[in-house]
């Protein structure tokens, strides 16, 4: 039996979590939000084979991107207003390193997450999918959120909850724990 999650090692100069599975659960119905992804791409008779971010990938190719990406959006802020706190969310309150988010949701879901269990002031910069050109797990976003935090990506250690996550840290060059190793 632990008193909460285990404390990350401090021989990183900064963190930087996942959010939705690692600091928050988001209330969001994936498959809801894929079928009606799917729908939209139906009605232009376009190809809607794959997973929701493989069709986010690819809406750009078929004029979709603006349209795809604010349906996932506004699931995602909804979902984000009705969000769960997570254990590993306390540790960000009392982290003496700088914190930042690096996630596959929208900035603003995350924004409102933050805001919503009272962690934005604990966070020093947050990376959404739409807030670099690509998202995880190409390293752009966690790239940017070393930089925002001013520690070299050698010295930083991501977490997250899914092996996009691993991915990502493994692409940028930084540590990566998964959240189950800590909670």
């Avoid at 969310?89 to 700088?98: C, L, M």
């Avoid at 997250?160 to 060059?173: F, L, N, S, V």
Wanted: charged letters at 30%; a negative charge.
């Amino acid at each position: 039996m632990t008193d909460g999650p285990r404390r990350i090692d401090d021989g990183w100069e900064a963190i930087v979590y996942d959010l939705d599975g690692t600091l928050v659960d988001l209330a969001v119905d994936w498959d809801e939000v894929a079928t009606a992804v799917v729908t939209t791409f139906a009605k232009r008779g376009v190809d809607t084979s794959g997973s929701l971010w493989d069709l986010l990938e690819r809406a750009s190719e078929v004029d979709l991107r603006g349209e795809v990406e604010e349906i996932i959006s506004e699931y995602e802020r909804g979902g984000a207003r009705r969000s769960e706190r997570l254990a590993l969310a306390d540790q960000i309150v009392g982290e003496d390193r700088p914190v930042a988010v690096c996630s596959l949701n929208c900035e603003e879901a995350c924004r409102i997450a933050l805001e919503k269990h009272d962690l934005e002031n604990h966070v020093e910069a947050v990376i959404g999918r739409d807030s670099v050109a690509k998202p995880k797990p190409d390293p752009g976003p966690l790239e940017a959120a070393a930089e925002a935090l001013g520690a070299p990506l050698g010295r930083t250690v991501f977490v997250g909850d899914t092996d996009r996550d691993a991915i990502t840290a493994e692409r940028a060059g930084t540590g990566f724990l998964y959240v189950r190793e800590l909670v």
